[in-house]
């Protein structure tokens, strides 16, 4: 059975096709966007010359996405980058495609419609994705913004307390070292105030900085444990990137 014919049966005869020029066909299928438009996805010959299909776009998802939303900064790559990669996506000069079997076109073009839904959606769940990243995202800053302070990542000022980590540990010479820690959560929260309170027991000379996610998520307990022991907090990333450098300029004056 020729597999254009069988992904009509499978779509319940519901699938047309358009010929776009030759060798490209437009898929007129039951997929849609929120606001009612129809997915935009295209058939062509695969590029990887053993008879695969190539699913893609044609470059309209992300022309769409720019309308209301630029992938403008690293971050926003990174997120975008994911997207595609978790559903084995590629893009290429803005088109995203996907190369399959002519017998796995079926569900590979329902990945890919899910796949374009994520990617137009992406301002309205970047939130989620965002948070998932907190961590590269503070690195990203610390590497880029303050390597001059020698940046040493992972660091335990106790040699028998594994468990009492500082993310990094900056060098503010003459002055003592600070110590900052990264935190996304209520657990890494309460495992840094303990840090700092075991640091200053084994009197150990440091300043002690922390980087929220949230500082407003959390506990009025827990903001008021770690705002007694910690030096400095940054309440958000946003004030993370914002300020960080500056605090430090003023550590070393």
């Known amino acids: ?20 020029r030759p060798g ?7 997929l849609f966007h929120e606001d009612g438009d129809m997915v935009d996805i295209f058939l062509e010959k695969g590029g990887n010359g053993n008879g695969s299909v190539r699913v893609c776009d044609h470059g309209l998802t992300l022309m769409r996405l720019s309308y ?14 994911r997207i595609l990669s978790e559903s084995g996506i590629n ?5 995203l495609f996907l190369d399959v079997e002519p017998s796995h076109l079926y569900p590979a073009i329902l990945a890919f419609a899910q796949t374009v839904s994520r990617v137009t959606n992406m301002q309205q769940f970047k939130r989620e994705v965002i ?35 500082v993310d990094y540990r900056f060098d503010i010479r003459p002055r003592p070292p600070v110590f900052l820690f990264a935190s996304k959560d209520v657990t890494k929260t309460r495992l840094a105030a303990i840090s700092c309170l075991e640091f200053q027991r084994h ?8 980087a929220h996610e949230d500082f407003d998520s959390l506990g009025r307990k827990d903001r008021a444990r770690i705002t007694s022991a910690a030096d400095k907090q940054f309440i958000s990333l946003e004030d993370f990137r914002e300020n960080a450098a500056q605090v ?6």
């Open 1 to 20: 059975m020729d597999y254009l014919e069988l992904l009509r049966q499978q779509f319940g005869n519901q699938l047309a096709f358009k010929e776009r």
């Open 68 to 81: 209301s939303y630029e992938v403008d900064t690293a971050n926003k790559e990174r997120i975008l980058r």
């Open 248 to 253: 430090f300029e003023r550590e070393v004056a």
């Open 131 to 165: 948070q998932s990243l907190f961590y590269e995202m503070v690195d990203e800053f610390v590497q880029s913004n303050l390597r001059k302070y020698n940046p040493q990542p992972k660091v335990y000022p106790v040699p028998e307390r594994d468990d009492l980590e």
């Open 203 to 210: 009197h150990i000379p440091h300043k002690s900085f922390v």
């Open 91 to 95: 893009e290429e000069n803005g088109n």
């Open 24 to 30: 490209v066909l437009q898929l007129v299928a039951p």
